[in-house]
């Protein structure tokens, strides 16, 4: 119990900036009142004595804001953050390490019995005003943004956002490799430049990328092509790529 509790104040300095003792993280976060209650709530739920378990657990809602049902499966390292008004429902099931930020639902699209709550793999991070609904599979490492609504299940590593929830940052293929790696020999910052994110800028910068690729294999052959004739020796990438900068669209000495 007292290992639990030393791990469950432990993840809240890792990911609260805010957190400066332990004695305050103890008696003041609302997020870790409600995981400790829910603790005594779910061991009560699955002995049987359902309606004391409600009753405790409708108190810990009344005192810090999050409601979690007694029957919901919590790992360890669980931290919400803030915590007002978040919502995990009956049969949610969240895995190690997951963060949950305020007003974040965990609910269900039926009123059928049996699973109709999400579960959450190992070391997802649901953004504020989140909702996940229904019986999906959130896989690990899932990234899921604020206000976002989750209605698919989402594959592990992958950066959900939008209203219904989109994937923007899939696990990354040979495409989205070759397009990293050629934005960073020619300067461009690609983080979040990803090919299904719902930003014309975005898109455009991609195409720019994959045109960049497919000259550059054009380039090789022709260079080879003129070096086994005894034309021209065949020739690399130009290292002085390494030094050239775009400028800014603004000129920050002018403002």
Known sequence: MFERLKEDIACVF???????????VFTTYPGVHAVLIHRLTHRLWKHNLKWLARVLSNLARLFTGIEIHPGAVIGRRFFIDHGMGVVIGETAVIGDDCTLYHGVTLGGTTWQKGKRHPTLGRDVVVGAGAKVLGPLLIGDGVRIG????????????????????????????????????????????????TRDAPDPIANAINRMLDHIHHMDQRVEQMSRALESRGIMEHFEHDPTLDEVEIPPATDSSSV
Not at 15 to 22: H, K, Q
Not at 153 to 176: C, L, M, N, Y
Request: charged content about 30%.
């Open 14 to 24: 890792e990911r609260d900036p805010a957190a400066r003792t332990g004695f305050e």
């Open 146 to 193: 604020s206000n976002a609504v989750v209605v698919k299940s989402v594959p592990a590593g992958a950066t959900v956002v939008g209203v219904p929830g989109r994937i923007i940052e899939p696990a990354k293929d040979a495409t989205t490799r070759r397009r990293a790696d050629t934005a960073k020999r020619i300067g461009f910052d690609a983080y979040g430049a």
